[in-house]
């Protein structure tokens, strides 16, 4: 099976990203959201971030062109789901607002359509028992900047089909990324690793062990990695980074992946990172 019609649900920081990378490859899009507003946005970033391609002659003006005439948008679910072969979730890390989502889904599209999802950490399993198709439910968890990074975490929930997982799989190689199966456990292994990573760094910032930049840098420079914990964390949204360790503490059960309670402030005080102008950093909003 070829997937060539996709639905993106939630043109956020990942959907718009997800959409961009879709259209690119010559996938039909539909881009969907709760708020016109939303997707209004989505749109023009992926002009800008397409016009970035163009200025570095990745892409062709004509390339640019023909990928935005490939994405509509449209806040009806209702419309988004009509005749499509893979809906891609990215609303909120939340996991009721996705079981009421996936539910939906299971009556609003055609009993072989694929559903995936982009969740952070939230059971694959659990949200695919919330349809009548749990073998054609999948994690496809791609990475932030979707347009930049290479790996696609494919999560198989437990009763995931191998059809399923080699169409997905097959849609990945297509998009150009990497696509690395896992199995269904709480933070998969990305965010099994870099969520208790991130809070760590929040501990120690908590604590006066050292401030922002000095930790950044620490890891960046002792630790060869590209960017510090905490510029990460604003990349992803102090939000999603919470729930991601909410996740892991409850589901693992062990005190060792506490949220820290800094990180529960900047949540409350809605630094939420780049998405809202201000986290560990301050940013353009
Ligand atoms: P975001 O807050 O930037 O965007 C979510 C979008 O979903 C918003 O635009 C919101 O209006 C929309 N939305 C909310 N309810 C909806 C509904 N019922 N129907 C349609 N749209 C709805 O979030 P994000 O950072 O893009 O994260 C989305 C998902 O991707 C989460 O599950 C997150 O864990 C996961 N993820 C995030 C990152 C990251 O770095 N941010 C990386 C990998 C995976």
């Not at 009421?100 to 659990?126: H, K, Q, V, W, Y």
């Not at 290479?150 to 191998?162: N, Q, V």
């Not at 929040?202 to 960017?227: R, S, Y």
Request: charged residues 25%; hydrophobic residues 40%; contains cysteine.
């Amino acid at each position: 099976m070829t997937i060539e019609e996709i639905t993106v649900i939630g043109g956020g920081t990942m959907g718009n990203g997800i959409a961009h990378v879709c259209a690119q490859r010559g996938k039909e899009v539909c881009l969907t959201d709760v708020s016109q507003e939303v997707l209004d946005q989505a749109v023009l970033t992926i002009g800008k971030n397409l016009d970035r391609q163009v200025k570095k002659e990745v892409i062709t003006a004509a390339d640019r062109d023909d990928t935005l005439g490939r994405i509509r948008t449209t806040t009806s679910l209702e419309e988004a789901c009509d005749g499509v072969q893979l809906v891609v979730e990215a609303v909120p890390e939340r996991a009721e607002l996705k079981y009421d989502l996936f539910g939906r889904l299971d009556n609003l599209t055609a009993p072989e359509t694929l559903m995936a999802s982009n969740t952070s950490s939230i059971s694959i399993t659990a949200i695919a028992a919330q349809t009548e198709r749990a073998d054609r439910v999948i994690g496809m968890h791609f990475m932030n900047p979707v347009p930049v990074m290479k790996l696609i975490e494919i999560i198989r929930g437990l009763a995931t089909s191998d059809e399923t997982t080699a169409a997905v799989v097959a849609l990945s190689t297509e998009l150009g990324k990497t696509p690395v199966e896992v199995n269904d456990f709480p933070g998969f292994v990305s965010n099994r690793i870099l969520g208790p990573m991130i809070n760590e760094a929040v501990f120690a910032l908590m604590e006066g062990v050292a401030d922002v930049e000095a930790i950044d840098q620490v890891m960046k420079l002792g630790m060869n990695h590209p960017m510090g914990p905490l510029a990460l964390a604003d990349l992803i949204g102090l939000d999603t980074c919470l729930s991601i360790m909410e996740v892991l503490h409850r589901e693992l059960g062990d005190d060792r992946y506490r949220p820290c309670p800094l990180l529960r402030k900047y949540v409350a005080a809605g630094w939420l990172g780049r998405k809202s102008g201000r986290g560990f950093y301050e940013h353009d909003a």
